[in-house]
């Protein structure tokens, strides 16, 4: 039925006037709106929540250019809008004539293929959308910039409990609302809307320790873990052996991500998916991160062993910068072992 509807829309006539467009629907042989001009301010509350001046931003549905007119008024560097609809592609491209900023795509928001990690606002109004429920989150993770973004949606339900509408979105979802007088209309009838943005930031892109963690040097200094490269690093393979030997390092890249491992207040701070090497139950062994516990022991630079005793993690939007340091030898960070290799 909802791919029946959205093909019929797809080659449909609309009808245009300066309050609304419609289209008959020949599947279900009624009138329905498409876009309706009291949402105007919807619209720029949208736009008001999630785009800043110098913003990358994609709009999609252009409709009636009203969310189109609240995103250029706030200046964005870039303004990209999906539609694919015929007539409404001309009517986007006459209103995006003369508009440095504003590129249009001529298709359905999913094909925009590239574009990875380029927006810092995803605004998202279509109708009658089959793939929306199938692929917005993920083209959402794929799209928004890495360093986060914002994204809004139309909310069918008008509410903030609707967990289909929220596409599942676990937490951190602000609902701000917005009062409203539409004319009697097949979609939304209520006096007030819920507006819902989502904070998107993106998960590490790999593993990690926290930047500014100090890395030993083979002749017996420290180095900012991020400043690694070609310097001789005292590596140790087994900490039941305990011999040290000094390694030429590889590299080290910054990834940035939230989710973060604090051991012992501070002691080191690393992602979930490090591999770190152990004591447990007397013997040495390599875990990830997330399958540490309290009472582990780690192997320190001076011989010793520390246990672990305090494991915090920070599930916050907070985004970190960490390390991701590719060398093929173990390393110590903070005079703590890691895990070294070149997946490490
Ligand atoms: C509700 S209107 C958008 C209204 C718009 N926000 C405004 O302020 O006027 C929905 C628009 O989405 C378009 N649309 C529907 N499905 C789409 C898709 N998969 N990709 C791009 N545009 C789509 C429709 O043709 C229509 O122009």
């Not at 692929?135 to 994204?151: D, E, H, L, N, S």
């Amino acid at each position: 039925m909802a791919t029946a509807i959205q093909n019929a829309y797809k080659d449909a006539t609309l009808t245009f006037t300066d309050d609304k467009i419609t289209w008959h629907c020949p599947v279900t042989n009624d009138t329905r709106e498409v876009m309706m001009d009291w949402e105007q301010p919807i619209m720029a509350k949208m736009a008001e929540l999630t785009v800043s001046e110098g913003d990358h931003v994609l709009e999609c549905g252009f409709g009636m250019g009203i969310l189109s007119d609240a995103i250029q008024a706030r200046n964005p560097a870039s303004h990209t809008i999906c539609e694919f609809h015929p007539q409404v592609i001309e009517k986007a491209k006459t209103w995006a004539s003369g508009k440095s900023n504003v590129t249009i795509h001529e298709d359905k928001w999913w094909s925009l293929f590239g574009e990875t990690g380029r927006y810092d606002a995803i605004l998202m109004d279509t109708y009658a959308d089959d793939d929306l429920h199938a692929k917005f989150r993920q083209f959402c993770v794929a799209k928004i910039a890495k360093g986060g973004g914002k994204i809004s949606w139309w909310n069918f339900s008008g509410g903030d409990s609707d967990e289909y509408m929220k596409f599942y979105w676990e937490d951190g979802i602000e609902f701000t609302d917005v009062s409203v007088s539409p004319p009697t209309n097949t979609y939304y009838n209520r006096s007030v809307y819920k507006v819902p943005v989502k904070t998107l930031t993106p998960p590490a892109t790999g593993r990690g320790i926290i930047s500014d963690a100090n890395i030993t040097m083979w002749h017996g200094g420290i180095k900012d873990i991020l400043s690694v490269h070609n310097h001789y690093i005292t590596t140790c393979a087994d900490p039941s052996d305990s011999t040290f030997v000094n390694q030429q390092s590889g590299r080290s890249i910054s990834i940035q991500g939230k989710g973060i491992y604090n051991i012992n207040n501070g002691l080191l701070k690393v992602t979930g998916n490090h591999p770190m090497i152990i004591k447990r139950s007397g013997s040495w062994i390599e875990k990830n991160m997330n399958e540490l516990v309290v009472g582990d022991k780690l192997f320190k630079k001076d011989r010793t062993e520390v246990e672990i005793t305090q494991i915090d993690f920070d599930s916050s939007e907070t985004v970190y910068t960490f390390a991701r340091v590719l060398i093929d030898h173990n390393y110590f960070a903070n005079n703590i072992l890691m895990k070294g290799g070149s997946d490490a």
